[in-house]
């Protein structure tokens, strides 16, 4: 069973940047597509963005495309996320998981990822 370790999360100013990393267990590389995924407290947990294998798909969420960009490193076996333009209501828990179908149907999809990290906190001042 893989396990997954985000980091990277923090305190940050309205309209500023920060870059998670996601870093796996075993060797992503061969087989396994990645995703992002946020929960604000007293909220759902919200799709960020995924990234299938070896990476020539990406999918964004509404909310951050364009403010948002998901790579991967797959002989590091890590995925990150660079984030931009940074907004208060980006405020969250955000967690990295893994599926190793390689291509989802449904990106977005909780269900979909079968492995979760334990999340690393962003917060975002105004």
């Known amino acids: 069973q893989v396990q997954l370790q985000e980091s990277g999360g923090g305190l940050v100013q309205a309209g500023g940047s920060l870059r998670l990393s996601c870093t796996a267990s075993e060797h992503i590389g061969s087989n396994y597509a990645m995703g992002w995924f946020r929960q604000a407290p007293g909220k759902e947990r919200e799709f960020v963005a995924s990234?299938?294998?070896?990476?020539?798909?990406?999918y964004y969420g509404k909310s951050v495309k364009g403010r948002f960009t998901i790579s991967r490193d797959n002989i590091k076996n890590s995925v990150y996320v660079q984030m931009d333009m940074l907004k208060p209501e980006d405020t969250a828990v955000y967690y990295c998981a893994a599926d190793p179908r390689g291509t989802v149907a449904a990106p977005h999809a909780i269900y979909e990822y079968p492995y979760w990290g334990q999340g690393t906190q962003v917060t975002v001042s105004s």
């Open positions: 990234i299938s294998w070896p990476g020539a798909n990406t």
